[in-house]
């Protein structure tokens, strides 16, 4: 995702390979977010949604869904959904069970969220 979004950003700016321009400088330029990012942000954002949905709903339902009797492999676990939200929590300073309170909360929760892509922007 990173490769075609500075080859969009350097097209925009009419930048090429041969100007000898770091991404970065041209990501400066176009005063925008890294993916990696704006991928956590959506993530967090939907997670709170979710989190904030009636426990009745399938979207709540499938996020503390495990298949029962079931039992992996051997070697290392694949990254899911779930995984990769947790690892963006302890990032913000967050254990599973305080994002479930702290997103009952949206404009708290939006808050949190925006300082946390901004802190991790700069």
Known sequence: ?????????RNIFSV???DKIAN??????????????????????WLGHVLRM???RIPQQALYWEVPGFKRGPGRPRTNW???VKKDLRRMG???EEA??????RLEWR?????YVSMDVG
């Open 24 to 45: 970065e400088e041209v990501g400066e330029r176009a005063k925008e977010c890294s993916t990696a990012s704006t991928f956590s942000e959506r993530r967090l954002c």
């Open 100 to 105: 479930e309170v702290a997103a009952l909360d």
């Open 54 to 56: 009636d426990h009745q």
């Open 111 to 115: 808050r949190r969220v925006a300082q």
């Open 82 to 84: 779930r995984g990769v």
């Open 16 to 18: 090429s390979r041969e």
């Open 1 to 9: 995702m990173d490769v075609s979004h500075h080859r969009w950003q």
């Open 94 to 96: 967050f254990a599973w």
